[in-house]
T-cell receptor, first 114, second 115 residues
Framework: DADVTQTPRNRITKTGKRIMLECSQT?????MYWYRQDPGLGLRLIYY???????NKGEISDGYSVSRQAQAKFSLSLESAIPNQTALYFC?????????????FGPGTRLTVL | AQKVTQAQTEISVVEKEDVTLDCVYE???????LFWYKQPPSGELVFLIR????DEQNEISGRYSWNFQKSTSSFNFTITASQVVDSAVYFC????WGTGNQFYFGTGTSLTVIP
């Protein structure tokens, strides 16, 4: 089974709808992240969480919110989706124990907003 | 300013050729990490290598090798005897200790290996 899972894998929605993307991990990592990928722009950080009570905005947090329900779960919400939020969304986890910073990514969620 | 620059947007090579993907980074931290990830056509991001700022030893893993040079702020990735399965987008990333492990990704280099 995958260590980092994302649901749904694909979603098509309409402008103005509320959408939630979910991420779960079995790696036991404290740190979780949400990124979006757009063609030619690489990955950009939306939000990150170092533990359940610590949530931080990333580079492009406007229009998004997150919830860290447990160490293993980190959800991303689009309160009112708009077409320019069409992108590939990735969840990632990392563990800084022993200075290991490597981030491990989920399979991605492809979101289309019409 | 871009912290990680991958100037090569797209590269095409013929199978069995060697290819080097360039990565230049910018940081004021003395402690940082550099990474390479592979994104095949299926879309997932696969971790390839991590290097910390205190270790400039080059690394070889099979057909892959990495050349880390602090003097030029570069962390280049070479694939020897390329194969069609190497076709993917490759991302270089920087993590600074001072910013709490926030990753900065380059914009990626799309590699196509032609059979």
């Amino acid at each position: 089974d995958a260590d980092v899972t994302q649901t749904p894998r694909n979603r098509i929605t309409k402008t103005g709808k509320r959408i939630m993307l979910e991420c779960s991990q079995t790696k036991g990592h404290d740190r979780m992240y949400w990124y979006r990928q757009d063609p030619g722009l690489g990955l950009r950080l939306i939000y990150y969480s170092f533990d359940v009570k610590d949530i931080n905005k990333g580079e492009i947090s406007d229009g998004y919110s997150v919830s860290r329900q447990a160490q293993a779960k980190f959800s991303l919400s689009l309160e009112s989706a708009i077409p320019n939020q069409t992108a590939l969304y990735f969840c990632a986890t990392s563990d800084r124990t022993g200075r290991t910073d490597t981030q491990y990514f989920g399979p991605g969620t492809r979101l289309t907003v019409l | 300013a871009q912290k990680v620059t991958q100037a090569q947007t797209e590269i095409s090579v013929v199978e069995k050729e060697d290819v080097t993907l360039d990565c230049v980074y910018e940081t004021r931290d003395t402690t940082y990490y550099l990474f390479w990830y592979k994104q095949p056509p299926s879309g997932e991001l696969v971790f390839l290598i991590r290097r910390n700022s205190f270790d400039e030893q080059n690394e070889i893993s099979g057909r892959y090798s990495w050349n880390f040079q602090k003097s030029t702020s570069s962390f280049n990735f070479t694939i020897t005897a390329s194969q069609v399965v190497d076709s993917a987008v490759y991302f270089c990333a920087l993590s600074e200790w001072g910013t709490g492990n926030q990753f900065y990704f380059g914009t990626g280099t799309s590699l196509t290996v032609i059979p």
